[in-house]
């Protein structure tokens, strides 16, 4: 490591990172942008979303998705994140345990709708943007999420401040006083999971972000060692520094990239990724078939303990909630019900599966030995049933589909796209995205993205 | 206490406070009012402000104190907030260990300047917001403050939502909604103490508190027991739910205001309260005369353990860290030197003060009884000077001028006023807001609160 406070190096690091450097994960940062727009696109065709585009439009220039209004940067990244995360359908990276990519692509858009910067620099603020959120969650450890904070939100305001003060090529000076700025504005609560103030959550780190930097870029100051003391942000939301956080956090700097490490996860059903082992094991049971759904008396579900700390609704009253749910998820699963957004509406879970749930339970089971592939490390989920024949079926998931160890093909990709936005647009945008870093100018892409299609 | 969760049921009492059972504390929230736009108005005759001003101007209709222009509610908020804060000249609650009036009264007016409101309503607004900002702070505990968190940020953005959703009237379901969106932005640090951050930090949680409203106005979903459970705010961020907790937060709720109680501590000289008995101590001595400060061999700065937290510049570099560093202010003070703006700006200190303060340390001493009608209570400041010629000097503050024990008279308030404020506004300010809980429009304040006034 090199001398100095952890903030001062950090911002180093990001201020003298080239544009090149960050090239072996411009691919996966162009498929985390497809997959964004394609929640985000979603996300606005719930007609919900619609008050919060009441909200903020008229305030400015930038970019509203799929819309010819505008607003102003702060909420166009408010806006567009809310969207991104609105389904819950968006990208997560395990090591952040929470979605760098609906964070961050709206706080960059929201600043390249406005002023002209090339696609490769948008990649490489995005690329940025993801190792810091990674490189945070390492430093403050898995008590920060445990505790109950939204590792999306309070992670993603740093690292979306730190993304955008790439793009705007802030110097050193101001982007410390940016990341003072970020540092005072870290919040989130899992508490508000299964309601619209997680989506919300997301575009607000995103607002928060890309207002840090513009308030920096000002002149405002800040202290400048944020991140630092007993005073500092690690002290005073994660662990603490220790002996190996220097090297956590700076060690290492752009050999291996976070996005060419872990990866992006891609959903392919609009819920939590941590029921995604469930989902896959109950779906999987249903199509082996054997029993109907009136035999089962009794549904375990096996995590690692903590497995399921996301999963905080165990009785849900809505789909919404739904998302959020173990045995929600299971209960679908079981029944030979789709995994399609009506099943994870604001509508009221009807009272067949609130009936089923009953029969479900949450084991936990340390002997259980974690798969070497699984996917987040140490997780699987192990649907178990108990049918009233004395019969016992069970199946067990390891590494998800979607996940970086079971990803979607490219194929899979674009069904997710073209089921998400109009066709008109799902033609247009794998190839604008395909060329984005070598664009010396992305005006062609944000007119794109603000096509108003009133149908969907 | 009622039935329910502490979120619930502290929602449902500000929901059902009448605007006349806040009456008793209307005449201290006038004089808040007064002091806050006293404060306002120097920050606003500091150059350095009109960077944000540029920022937030033009998004919209609503309040930017002494301009012509407008904002949206949100940067109003932001702007006025910061306006007040930016010279540390605002008043304080000792409960709330913080500045109540530059968050709750920019985003009041933000709001107040849209829509039409009563003043009555509006002073029992804020009766209400500095009410919650003191309970929380009671049930957060010490330890909140102790960790670096920042009071007047993180308790704000709270009491900033409760008190605009009171404002707005809206109804208990999107109260809770409020409470939850602006319990998910709950942040601010003490590390920002000393630069332009600390003041953007009332700012932003104004700002926050608003937004928060506004989107539950819109209809936006939140967790109702933000407060509640291992994963709630307070024991996020505090000590917790505790037996007592609920007969703090919610007890004899409306029969004896805060603002009755303890009350507010209007400031008299423009740097943290925290340093106040040391200001007085140091000033007195120099007053009383009988040695040159060229004599002084060393100073002893004595505080009760955890008294002088929030002084956190030892060696400040310039007059705006002086604000938190009690050597300084002793170094101003004993020197004969004046406890005014041009002392505490973002100037270097002099060489001379510096080597000055070399010549002081601090000293803890639990074994010195605090004052009964100490203010904080338990709190003291003892300058000890060991002159050169081998004599010893002290004087002792228990009680600094300004604070509720040893108030500012009419009289010197309304010079802090003239001092502050255009002469045209100092004379009509003081008659508009006499009457404020009297008028049904506020719009003739608003008015006057608009008028640029270009030299000060």
Known sequence: MGKGKLTEQLVSLVVETGETEAKPAFAIGRQGLLDFLSAA????????????????????????????????????????????????????????????????????????????????????????????????????GKAHYRRGFHNTATLGVLAGAMAVGYLLQLDNEKLLNAMGIAAAQVSGLRLNFGTECKPLQAGIA????????????????????????????????????????AEILLGNWGKKWELCNTGLWFKLYPFCSAASHIADSAKQLYQRGGFSPEEIQKVALFFPPGGDAALIHRRPATGEEGRFSAEYVAAVGLNGLSYTLENFSSKP??????????????????????????????????????????????????????????????????????????????????????VLDNISDMSGLIQILKTEISAN
């Open 349 to 434: 879970v009807s009272a067949y599966l609130q009936q089923f749930m009953e029969r479900i339970e949450r084991r936990y089971d340390d002997a259980v030995i974690p798969a070497k592939t699984a996917l987040p490390p140490g997780r699987f989920g192990i649907v178990q049933l108990y049918l009233t024949n004395g019969g016992i079926r069970e199946n067990r998931t390891d590494t998800p589909k979607g996940s970086p160890g079971n990803p979607l093909t490219a194929e899979e990709q674009y069904q997710k796209l073209q089921a998400c936005c109009p066709a008109e647009i799902a033609e247009k945008l794998p190839d604008e995205i395909k």
């Open 41 to 140: 696109w979603k996300g606005k065709a719930q007609r919900e979303t619609d008050r919060l585009l009441r909200y903020v439009s008229g305030s400015g220039q930038s970019l509203l998705l799929a819309s010819e209004q505008g607003a102003s940067a702060e909420l166009s990244a408010l806006y567009n994140g809310y969207l991104g995360h609105y389904l819950d359908y968006d990208d997560v990276n395990q090591t952040i345990r929470g979605h760098p990519s609906t964070v961050l692509y709206p706080a960059l858009l929201s600043v390249a709708s406005l002023r002209p910067v090339s696609g490769r620099r948008f990649l490489a603020a995005y690329v940025i943007g993801v190792e810091i959120m990674a490189r945070l969650a390492r430093v403050m």
């Open 206 to 245: 995103a607002q928060k972000g890309v207002q840090a930097v513009l308030l920096a870029e000002l002149g405002i100051t800040a202290s400048h060692t944020a991140l630092d003391g007993d005073k500092g942000l690690l002290s005073l939301y994660g662990n603490g520094i220790r002996a190996d956080t």
